[in-house]
């Protein structure tokens, strides 16, 4: 397994891959990996001869600065957990690497005020410009994305039909753990009593979903989501939306419920199919 911090070796590499006509799978992280990324990983293997990570926490895409400074960062664990999992290269480049003088700061312009982006403003600007500049420099012909960050696949997906013609999205389902709860970067951040508090809730949470009537509209479901959480002290939204273009109407039935909630100052998020 190469580890390569700079474009210009990154490069080299890549070009050979490409000179044998090797189909390459990237998948974007920001580190502290976990079974989650794996699944991404291993999709990637499965379709492709080289399998590139790239780790980067990208402080564009932190509204908050104390929530960048606190993201879990575990480098050394992350090179044995891709080791493991058989990475061909994995890119850790800096923010000047990324961020020279000439990048492109984008602004992102779908699915906008809406779940997070109303609660995390200019995260999806972040979320796009980092992107744009990745798949600019390892010019895959795959990409991976979790379902774990609904919205962010959505946004993606139509970066891409837009501006990179070339690149596949492949979206992997969402890894959980044996009690329910969506793998995360942030879960380690969370203390025993938070943990064993979020998958309570997270067990009520497929109860709730588990006893509507599929066939209601998404305005009635969405007035049982808000009685079900206004109990619930901390969080952004809860809601149902369609899963093809996350409106707000439709039957319950095509829908997904998202959530971000709070842990102590741990912000969680997940979508839940019906
Ligand atoms: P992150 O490192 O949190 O930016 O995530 C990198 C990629 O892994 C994103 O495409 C995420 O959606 C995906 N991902 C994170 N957690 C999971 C999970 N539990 N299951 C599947 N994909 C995930």
Do not use: W
């Not at 992280?29 to 379709?47: F, Q, R, V, W, Y």
């Not at 696949?153 to 753990?177: A, G, M, Q, W, Y």
């Not at 479901?221 to 093809?244: G, L, P, V």
């Amino acid at each position: 397994m190469l580890i390569i911090k700079d474009i210009y070796n990154l490069h080299i590499y890549l070009n050979a891959y490409k000179d044998k006509r090797y189909s390459i799978g990237y998948i974007p992280t920001m580190g502290a990996l976990h079974e989650g990324h794996g699944s991404l990983i291993e999709k990637s293997h499965n379709d492709n001869q080289k399998t590139i990570v790239s780790i980067f926490v990208n402080e564009k895409q932190f509204n908050d600065a104390q929530d960048f400074e606190a993201y879990p960062r575990n480098i050394g664990d992350d090179y044995n957990f891709c080791e493991n999992h058989k990475v061909d290269i994995i890119f850790q480049p800096s923010t000047e690497e990324i961020y020279s003088k000439k990048h492109k700061s984008i602004k992102n312009s779908y699915f906008q005020n809406i779940l997070c982006d109303q609660y995390r403003p200019g995260h999806f600007d972040g979320v796009v410009t980092v992107l744009n500049q990745l798949f600019g420099i390892i010019e895959s012909d795959k990409v991976y994305f979790g379902e774990k960050d609904f919205q962010q696949l959505r946004i993606v997906e139509s970066l891409i039909n837009d501006h990179f013609p070339n690149l596949k999205l492949v979206p992997v389902p969402t890894v959980r753990s044996n009690e329910g709860i969506a793998l995360s970067s942030r879960n380690s951040k969370l203390s025993k009593k938070q943990m064993a508090d979020f998958i309570s809730f997270q067990k009520e949470v497929i109860k709730f979903i588990s006893l509507l009537n599929k066939k209601i509209d998404l305005t009635e479901a969405n007035k049982k989501a808000e009685e079900f959480i206004k109990a619930y002290e901390k969080f952004d939204y809860f809601e149902f939306r369609n899963t093809s273009n996350l409106s707000l109407e439709g039957s319950l039935a095509d829908s997904r419920l998202f959530y971000a909630i709070y842990k102590g100052s741990v912000r969680l998020i997940d979508n839940l199919e019906l």
